[in-house]
């Protein structure tokens, strides 16, 4: 709960305060002007009330004049009923009579919540952390409808997480984010709607698992791989076998051809400095590459410079 209540204040850190004072330019001149006069008539007349006349009359109308951002919406209420919005820009209330309730910020907002600890369909607990974005498209139903808006969206989307994860396998949330993410979307969209408030896309940013079920899920996907290996070679040698049977039917009519074979074979083997090679009984029998072994053995062994007789 700490960490949930602490992603909703930093969601909210960029919003104005409903109440906050706001000093303008347009306050101040309107402030100076008449303590400018007073101290003037009182120094004319040497009487203090024209200073405290303008001092009571710049701070009367020094609540008048207001500033709203180009992003924002001024939500005024007259004697406790709401008159309209104001803004952007200047624009003036009625001092005591006129109150600015809230400074709605009509920009995209963002905002991160998570569920933690969240059971899954096939009871597997999971930690989700997502961002939301988000916009006031009506600021006139995000003051009136609901006491703080940011705050509702935040619990809306973390209880919308839930819900939607509770019913949601383990396998469909890690393979299916995209879909989640349009479902969640849709879900918020309709708990805010009627606050004035609309969601633009919301973003999945980790599903943190066990880590017991993280290693199970890793051996799991090794066996895949290796179980994926061995089929693979198998239908290679069965593969490879089909071509010799095909190479045996042409070199069985052929000697020639088969003893051509048997000496590319001794070549590739006993080219390379120092090799061995070793030859069945039977193929020397059947191939009559006796005389072939020979002579191969004495060429390497006069490229080796050897003076050992050959074996």
Known sequence: MPNIQQSLIESRSNLPAPNAPRVNVVAAAAFLAPVLLGALSTIITLSPVGAILGVLLGLLLAQS??????WERAVVLRLGKYVGLRGPGLFWIMPFVDSVSAWIDQRVITTGF???ETLTSDTVPVNVDAVLFWVVYDPEKAALEVQNYPQAVSWAAQTALRDI?????????????????????????ERSNPWGVTVQSVEMRDVIIPAALQDAMSREAQAAREKAARVILAEAEVEIAARFAHAAESYRDNPTALHLRAMNMLYEGLKEKGALMLVPSSAVESMGMGGLIGAAALRQQSLTGSKEAPE
Do not use: H, M
Not at 65 to 70: E, S
């Open 114 to 116: 998570a569920a933690e």
């Open 65 to 70: 004049p207001k500033v709203a951002r180009q």
């Open 165 to 189: 994860i509770g019913r949601t396998s383990l396998s469909d949330l890690l393979r299916g984010r995209e879909r989640i993410e349009d479902e969640l979307q849709k879900l918020i969209d």
